[in-house]
């Protein structure tokens, strides 16, 4: 979804950066509205100003390295420099890249994945298995990839030259898994490891950027040959340049209040795995009853709330997973009737006359995570329910997670793309801080991980999650890709990439250059 915002909002410089020695200059004329012109006849509309090269920001102290690297900017060049064994599509499925087949064992524990035999790196060296088993290890034992293969028992090269991923327990979603870039063995201690991508780093006198690799081996055509790289020693920096036109690209969290630019941008919706959510105490007051907690689920008006409160930043969500994935069960989706929640709530026997005080947990970190809980707080306050939001500070939040000491809490977390509820949903999970405990939900979310058709396993699991209601899903966030107006056309970012389908894009620059 693209959408064309005049965002007139500061941007907010740390003290540690350079300040511009001018107040950047902003086009007023572009947020009045258009007067006609004397004739009657509207003014033909301006032509976008489109710039002499597409400069990306980048951070010249950090490394590229995919998997030390920082979030943001560094992880989008990456993506360019760098290839996966999958990547996932906008619709979350895992696409091949390097791999060209996997194959499972009876038990569902061992994978086998064949590499492609053209795939070779910008040295002109044929990427092997040993490079992404080494790549995969690596990866394992990183903060940044190290819970996403927390089941990984092992990863190696066989004598056919096929990479063998063993697994600790079944998890037929494992290639969703395998959007980690790979780099080629031995040259993982350099600031900028040896890659298979479409572009390779280049810094000279003429200073850093990306170049298209002539020898890429997938020949594809490329929007741009060059990327002029402009130093941004944070993302605040990279805002301000992205306001002065100095670069065409940033990813941003719209929800993050610091993610602020002055001037026009065309903006482009970035699927994530962070859920947000409600969760319930259910081993004690009113939501111990899985009736009272299927109730208040369905009285969560998800649609208004993401218009309202989130600006369409996010997509409404009645099930743990993203409406975009196949796995989705839109036709099991409950609508919103107030009627039938408030006679749900009096079946579940929550009408007796006397008021009950619910405690509401939130972080006071996320002002849109608190706006949220007010708002779903208001939209419940029914029949004998008076619903305070209390909001603490991250550590105290964490505390009385732990201690149990809510009724509700609204949470967010970053799913892993095989759907692994393991942690959330199962009993004794680190992430159940509701203390939920079924051992059905157990069962079935094993036989999800292990089954071979995973969209009927998973259609098992949602009725369950329907009827127990051991939390409340309300929405899965979006991050938002800006550009400038009529620079790029074609991006379709993923949850693995911003330049996903990067050679399906054009891109518009002033003529001449």
């Known amino acids: 979804m693209r959408r064309l915002w005049a965002l007139v909002l500061a941007v907010l410089l740390l003290s540690a950066c350079a300040a511009p020695e001018e107040e950047p200059e902003v086009d007023w004329g572009a947020y009045q509205q258009e007067l006609p012109a004397e004739s009657g006849a509207p003014e033909e509309p301006e032509e976008p100003e489109l710039p002499a090269a597409f400069a990306l920001p980048y951070h010249r102290d950090h490394s590229l390295d995919p998997v030390t690297c920082g979030e943001g900017i560094q992880q989008d060049l990456a993506s360019l420099i760098y290839e996966p064994l999958f990547r996932l599509d906008g619709n979350f499925e895992p696409v091949p890249v390097l791999c060209e087949s996997c194959e499972w064992d009876d038990a569902g524990l061992v994978c086998t994945l064949r590499l492609r035999e053209d795939a070779c790196f910008q040295d002109g060296s044929r990427v092997t298995a040993k490079d992404a088993a080494a790549a995969l290890n690596r990866a394992a034992a990183s903060e940044r990839y190290g819970y996403r293969l927390r089941g990984m028992a092992s990863a190696a090269a066989n004598r056919r030259g096929e990479l063998v991923v063993t697994l600790s327990a079944p998890d037929r979603g494992l290639p969703a898994l395998l959007d980690i870039p790979v780099v080629k063995n031995g040259t993982q201690e350099r600031t900028i490891p040896m890659g298979s991508g479409p572009y390779r780093f280049v810094s000279d006198g003429d200073g850093a950027r990306l170049e298209a690799d002539p020898d890429w081996w997938q020949q594809k055509p490329l929007p741009v040959q060059t990327i002029p790289l402009v130093n941004a020693k944070d993302r605040d920096t990279a805002m ?231 939390i ?36 518009h620059l002033a003529a001449g250059e």
């Open 240 to 470: 301000y340049l992205f306001s002065t036109r100095q670069v065409e690209l940033v990813t941003v969290d719209p929800t993050d209040d610091r993610s602020a630019v002055t001037g026009q941008s065309e903006n482009t919706d970035r699927p994530t795995t962070l859920m947000q959510f409600v969760g319930f105490n259910t081993v004690s007051g009113v939501f111990a009853d899985p009736a009272a907690r299927a109730a208040f689920s369905n009285g969560i008006s998800r649609e208004k709330l993401v218009s309202a409160q989130l600006a369409g930043l996010a997509l409404p969500a009645q099930f743990p997973v993203s409406p975009l994935s196949s796995l989705y069960p839109r036709d099991l989706e409950r609508p919103y009737v107030p009627e039938d929640t408030l006679a749900a709530l009096r079946a579940a026997g929550q009408d007796t006359g006397e008021i009950r005080e619910l405690r509401f947990l939130v972080s006071a970190e996320d002002s849109f995570h608190l706006t949220s809980a007010r708002f779903i707080a208001e939209s419940l306050t029914k029949l004998d329910w008076r619903v305070t939001v209390t909001a603490l500070p991250w550590e105290e939040y964490l505390a009385a997670l732990a201690a149990g000491d809510f009724d509700l809490y609204f949470g967010e977390v970053r799913l892993t793309a095989n759907w692994d509820l393991t942690d959330l949903l199962g009993t004794a999970g680190a992430l159940n801080y509701g203390g939920f405990t079924d051992p059905a939900m157990d069962a079935l979310l094993l036989t999800f991980a292990a089954a071979g058709d995973q969209t009927a396993a998973f259609r098992v699991l949602a009725s369950q999650l329907l009827s127990s209601a051991p």
């Open 472 to 507: 409340a899903p309300v929405c899965f966030k979006s991050y938002t890709v800006l550009t400038h107006p009529g620079v790029v056309e074609g991006m379709g970012p993923s949850v693995s990439s911003t330049f996903f389908g990067v050679e399906n894009w054009a891109v």
